[in-house]
């Protein structure tokens, strides 16, 4: 591998340690509703990356037909984070992270059904791998309630808004700066969520739950997706989404310790097998 490959891992690595923080982050700010926390996470992202891009010397400003072509995506963004921040209100770290980590499934089946792209046979026993996965996690779920499926419906939500936020931001890496990209989708989905969480304005706020806000902004957003946009450009795809599926492994290894939210032998199984078929279709 070259230098340059192997900064991309490194890279990569580092986005999913910080993207492994996410899941924790929300639990301790969940005094806040889902809607203020999406919000303000993504806001306060938008603006760090956007005073990233001005130091760095990437422009600010786009003309209305960018404008035009980022504002689907930011929404498809804003309902990427909403759902997956829901998620973790209603169901387990270790069922929202691997739920949400089906993604590259929907990826491999919306590029069959909508780009025409055929999917060598590995694909699609992955696929069956991925499922048989997400059979295991929830059919054998001990305490599966209503309230848990509904986390585990929005966590799927979740994964398939970021497959489409995936398939519509490709297009743009090579017309945009990634900063300039990144804060203003991140700026969209904000302002898109604003009107919905006015709440947080009109009671006293919680320290605890603003800060666990602004750490969510900084590290997995801001920091973690910056990260893994530069890996995107040094190494091939399916490398940097390979890695990042380890915010999995992480995600439950934090709420293991911080937690004490101790994932029964069928969330280890399901997740286990979902990354296998997830590893499948990747490579």
């Known amino acids: 591998m070259t230098r340059d490959g192997r900064l991309g891992v490194i890279q990569a690595v580092g986005a999913a340690g910080f993207f492994s923080t996410g899941a924790i982050l929300v639990r301790f700010a969940q005094d806040l509703r889902p809607v203020e926390v999406t919000s303000l996470r993504l806001l306060l992202g938008g603006l760090f990356v956007a005073a990233a891009a001005w130091a760095s010397g990437d422009r600010v400003r786009l003309s209305g037909a960018e404008f035009r072509r980022l504002f689907p995506i930011g929404l498809i963004a804003a309902a990427h984070f909403l759902a997956f921040i829901a998620s973790l209100y209603f169901t387990t770290v270790a069922h929202c992270l691997t739920l949400t980590y089906t993604a590259p499934l929907f990826i491999a089946a919306l590029s069959r059904a909508f780009l025409w792209e055929r999917l060598p046979r590995r694909a699609l026993i992955g696929m069956i791998v991925g499922l048989a996965g997400v059979a295991v996690l929830a059919g054998f779920e001990p305490h599966l309630t209503r309230r848990m499926l509904t986390g585990d419906l929005l966590a799927l939500a979740a994964g398939l808004a970021f497959a489409l936020y995936s398939l519509f931001g490709r297009r743009e890496r090579a017309r945009l700066p990634l900063l300039t990209y990144a804060s203003w989708v991140y700026l969209t989905a904000g302002v898109a969520t ?60 934090l709420a293991w310790l911080l937690l004490r939210e101790v994932p029964p032998w069928n969330a280890l199984a399901g997740a286990a097998i979902t990354l296998i078929g997830v590893g499948l279709v990747l490579l």
């Open 194 to 253: 604003a009107p919905f969480a006015v709440g947080v304005l009109g009671r006293p706020a919680n320290g605890r739950a603003i800060a666990a806000v602004a750490a969510m902004a900084l590290l997995p957003s801001a920091l973690g997706h910056t990260l893994y946009n530069a890996a995107l450009r040094r190494l091939h795809p399916s490398v940097p989404n390979l890695i990042a599926t380890q915010e999995v492994t992480g995600g439950i290894l």
